[in-house]
């Protein structure tokens, strides 16, 4: 019973930000890779950003080339969230955007998408 929540997209202006969350339940986003994927008006989804435990401490992060320095995702082990902050929004990062959870078993990932939160980008 995995369960990815998607909220906090909506209608910003060019230059604006938004904070998207994902809360997830019946998996861990501290034991497993989380990311965020988005699918524009027709375009291909494609990946944004992810992040992953380092071994043997710490987080590793990755991010698209259009969304470096702009987007920056994190996570909440105690709420067991994961977030995206967007800033300096463009018309081109409108898009549905979705949560994803990679859970490894040996080398194969099974793979568990939220339904998405639309953000729009717009003057």
């Known amino acids: 019973q995995v369960q990815l929540v998607e909220s906090g997209g909506g209608l910003v202006q060019p230059g604006g930000s938004l904070r998207l969350s994902c809360e997830a339940s019946?998996?861990?986003?501290?034991?497993?890779?989380m990311g965020w994927y988005r699918q524009g008006p027709g375009k291909q989804r494609e990946l944004v950003a992810t992040?992953?435990?380092?071994?043997?401490?710490?987080?590793?992060?990755n991010y698209a080339d259009s969304v470096k320095g702009r987007f920056t995702i994190s996570r909440d082990t105690d709420k067991n969230m994961v977030y995206l902050e967007m800033n300096s929004l463009r018309p081109e990062d409108t898009a549905v955007y979705y949560c994803?959870?990679?859970?490894?078993?040996?080398?194969?990932?099974?793979?568990?998408w939220g339904q998405g939160t639309q953000v729009t980008v717009s003057s």
């Open positions: 019946g998996i861990s986003v501290a034991l497993n890779t």
């Open positions: 994803n959870a990679k859970f490894r078993l040996g080398q194969r990932d099974f793979d568990y």
């Open positions: 992040i992953t435990r380092g071994r043997p401490v710490g987080v590793i992060t």
